[in-house]
């Protein structure tokens, strides 16, 4: 069932409040194909009676441009397993919150990320959005509306652009 926000509560489309139970199934924010996704899935769902996977993804992984070692990978192979643990999820009434698993400040990759994975799965009832996993170094104002930010890279201090989660929360927004 769709949930919204009503004051402090999180509800469903029945007005009852929903309280989410859930954890973390880890492997495809470093690993283009997942480790046992969906048998963890559903030790979680059937057997601890969860009814809210964290699913941590990568952008690079999502568009098939690997990471680290990994140069490429097929991006709808990547997908395909997002949308079988989507399945599986609504499937026991339960929903998957798609982390995007980044650290640091949020730059254009973010938002090209959610313009495409909001888009994607724009009104699917089962899914939540956790647009940016793990702030790190950036003061407030930087964060919510983005700026430039100097970080190091291979030892060199260089000024990236960061766009800030207003920008993401618009993005998905936009899509509908």
């Given amino acids: ?77 990547y997908r395909q397993i997002v949308d079988d643990a989507i399945a599986m999820a609504a499937g026991e009434g339960a929903y998957v919150i798609l982390d995007l698993h980044r650290y640091g400040a949020p730059q254009e990759f973010a938002r090209t990320f959610w313009t495409d994975a909001a888009a994607r799965y724009a009104n699917h009832p089962a899914v939540l959005f956790d647009l940016y996993n793990e702030p790190h170094g950036i003061g407030w104002e930087l964060w919510r509306d983005g700026g430039e930010y100097e970080v190091k890279k291979s030892g060199e201090k260089v000024t990236v652009q960061v766009v800030g989660m207003q920008a993401l929360v618009d993005a998905v927004r936009a899509t509908g």
Avoid: C
């Fill in 1 to 77: 069932r769709q949930l919204g926000v009503y004051g402090n509560r999180l509800i469903n489309s029945d007005h009852e409040t929903v309280i989410l139970r859930g954890l973390n199934v880890v492997s495809l924010e470093w690993s283009a194909r997942g480790e046992n996704i969906l048998r963890s899935m559903k030790v979680a769902l059937k057997e601890w009676n969860a009814n809210a996977i964290r699913l941590p993804v990568h952008d690079s992984f999502w568009f098939g441009n690997g990471k680290g070692k990994v140069k490429s990978n097929d991006a709808e192979a």
